[in-house]
Structures are given as structure tokens and as C-alpha cells.
């Protein structure tokens, strides 16, 4: 029995770059991703990685980026930054306009304002619910959808392990970039204040998120804040470095599941 491998990746700005590291990783040992769920800068990660782009390529970008690429500021209506940079990105990087064309199952989480729940984004048009999951209130201008306003999926859904298991993932493995990162020092103005207030929600969130995966990744994130795109190599390293690490409990754990003890639990069990 061949055992779905889901992908759980975690909003956290700059810090997402460690995603990377962690999908180069699991390529490196030939660990196949069947699907992909990410919020945030998870989702944009995601969204690079499932249409097709190799990982040396998406390396490169990384390495590369500039914030003024994602900082379009507007009139502070809704958000300082109207978030249409995000947009273009993905459409240039990955030539993808719609769900339909990635080459892996992809979930975007967001978070809908007007209706107060959880989206989560499994067709349409890619690029712009990557900019919504990525608008990160208060920064970021909502993006306006069907009957919906979208903001950052991480609010209610940080590491959206849960999403794979519904989606049918048999393994979930999830890569967390926040719980190992460095507490800061008291916010100074606001927009600290704001990144320190998502530190909080990013470490709660990925607590919970825990129960539904098989097994989560901790890069060692250290001091590097969440817009600190200098520091990219680093991420890159961080990301590698932790998957290494649990590549051996890796691979036993999807052996288990191929057992035939999994088996028979999970067809008394329903699929659970």
C-alpha cells in the first residue's frame, strides 16, 4: 500500500524561506509530497514547490528576494501595502494562473473577515488567494473575493496539518518556522508590536496543530525575525539541516504505516 504523503507548511514571513531547506531535504532522500497545505508564506513556498519549479531554481529566488518585490505601499485605507506585488511574484515565478495547473495538490489556507471562518482554497485563481493568504492585517490590504474578504490564513490556521488529513494524506509531516525562533525584546513601535503579536499566534496555532501530524519540523530559527530577508542562506540551512536530522525516524515511521497492523486499524477505523 503505497502511503499519501501530505506537506504541512507554516506561515512565518521571512522565515518561510526554511521551507526550502526542508523540501530540499526531503527531495535529496526521495520522500514524495502527494500534497501540499500552507498558510501564509507556507502557502507561497507551497505554490512554487506544486507548480513544478525544481528546488534549485526556487534556491536562487530566495536568495534573491528584496522586500521592495512585496511592499507596494497605497493610501492606509485597509492596509499600508496593497499586496499586488505578491500577486505578480507567483504569477511570474511559477506561470501558473489557476489550481487546475499545478503538477501537486495544493490547499491555500485563509481567513475570511465578512464570514469570520477559515477557507481553505483548492481551485481558482492561484496567485491572488496567495496574496490573500499572506495579507497579514493591519499591513497588508484585504483581497477582496466573491462575497469574501481575505486576510492571512495564519490567524486561524498557522500549520494546517488538519487540511491534509481531509484531503487524504495517509503521512503528514509538518514544518514549523516559528516555535524554535528566538522570543524578542519588548516591541518598540507598532509594527513590532504587530510581528510580536503574530509570534504569539504562530506558536499557539502550531501547538494544536500538532495532534494531526505524524511528524513536525523544527528548524532552528534562532534570532532571525520575520522580515529579516538578509538572513536567507541562513533559513535555507536551518530548513536543510532539521529535516536531516529526522530523515531516519522519518523513514521508519512511513515504513509502520505501510504495515499491516496500520492497515487493518485504519480499515476498522474508517480511514482515520
Not at 495517509?170 to 513590532?192: C, L, M, R, Y
Not at 536567507?232 to 521508519?252: C, D, F, H, N, S
Amino acid at each position: 500500500m503505497k502511503v499519501k504523503v501530505g506537506l504541512a507548511l507554516s506561515g512565518g514571513a521571512a522565515r518561510g524561506i526554511a521551507h526550502i531547506g526542508a523540501l530540499k531535504a526531503l527531495r535529496e532522500v526521495k520522500i514524495p509530497i502527494d500534497m501540499i497545505a500552507g498558510a501564509s508564506s507556507g502557502a507561497l513556498i507551497g505554490a512554487l514547490y506544486a507548480s513544478g519549479l525544481n528546488i534549485e531554481t526556487i534556491e536562487k529566488v530566495a536568495l534573491g528576494l528584496k522586500w521592495r518585490e512585496f511592499a507596494d505601499f497605497t493610501l492606509p485605507k485597509m492596509g499600508l501595502i496593497s499586496g499586488k506585488g505578491i500577486e505578480e511574484f507567483v504569477s511570474e515565478h511559477t506561470g501558473v494562473s489557476d489550481f487546475r495547473e499545478l503538477k501537486i495538490p495544493l490547499a491555500i489556507i485563509t481567513t475570511d473577515l465578512i464570514g469570520e471562518r477559515e477557507v481553505v482554497f483548492r481551485e481558482g485563481p492561484l496567485a491572488r488567494i496567495v496574496q490573500a493568504s499572506c495579507s497579514i492585517p493591519g499591513v497588508y490590504t484585504p483581497v477582496k473575493h466573491e462575497d469574501m474578504l481575505l486576510v492571512d490564513g495564519g490567524i486561524i490556521n498557522i500549520l494546517p496539518t488538519d487540511v491534509l488529513r481531509k484531503m487524504g494524506a495517509d503521512f503528514v509531516i509538518g514544518v514549523d518556522v516559528n516555535s524554535k525562533a528566538t522570543i524578542g525584546p519588548e516591541p518598540k513601535n507598532v509594527f513590532q508590536v504587530i510581528l510580536q503579536s503574530w509570534d504569539v499566534i504562530s506558536r499557539q496555532g502550531a501547538k494544536r496543530a500538532v495532534k494531526d501530524a505524524d511528524l513536525v519540523i523544527y528548524p532552528e530559527i534562532g534570532d532571525i525575525s520575520k522580515v529579516d530577508l538578509k538572513r536567507a542562506r541562513e533559513l535555507l540551512q536551518a530548513g536543510y539541516q532539521a529535516t536531516k536530522e529526522v530523515i531516519p525516524q522519518l523513514k521508519k515511521e512511513m515504513k509502520r504505516k505501510k504495515g499491516i497492523i496500520y492497515r487493518i486499524k485504519r480499515k476498522i477505523l474508517g480511514g482515520l
